[in-house]
């Protein structure tokens, strides 16, 4: 189980961080990600880590403002929102891909199997 928490409503240029706690499940062999949705829009990808948080992946448009971290000791994933702009308004999605793989971090969508409530964070311009 994947539970998010941290969202909210911000101005823009503020800053949240957003965290997601995973149980029942041996955290450290999980890749995770975070994705987003808008209003009216599809799903799309924010950023991911590898199992160990050496190697991170970013989407073009969070690059330089978001950071995603994890605790495996406290079996959580972080992403730190800085800068935030109005269009970064959507309910925020941690998804966790268990399993081997030559690949350090995921992308697509596809590929995560479990996914968290998400969290509502709103930027009011």
């Known amino acids: 189980q994947l539970q998010a928490s941290g969202g909210g409503l911000v101005q823009a240029g503020g800053s949240l961080r957003l965290s997601c706690t995973s149980s029942?499940?041996?955290?450290?062999?999980?890749?995770m990600g975070w994705f987003r949705q808008a209003p009216g829009k599809e799903r799309e990808f924010v950023a991911t880590i590898s199992r160990s948080g050496g190697q991170t992946a970013y989407a073009s448009s969070v690059k330089g403002r978001f950071t995603i971290s994890r605790d495996n000791a406290k079996n959580t994933v972080y992403l730190q929102m800085n800068n935030l702009k109005s269009e970064d308004t959507a309910v925020f999605y941690c998804?966790?891909?268990?399993?081997?793989?030559?690949?350090?971090?995921?992308?697509?969508?596809?590929?995560?199997?479990?996914w968290g409530q998400g969290t509502l964070v709103t930027v009011s311009s």
């Open positions: 029942g499940r041996t955290f450290s062999m999980d890749v």
């Open positions: 998804a966790a891909r268990f399993g081997s793989s030559t690949r350090n971090y995921f992308t697509e969508e596809s590929s995560y199997s479990y």
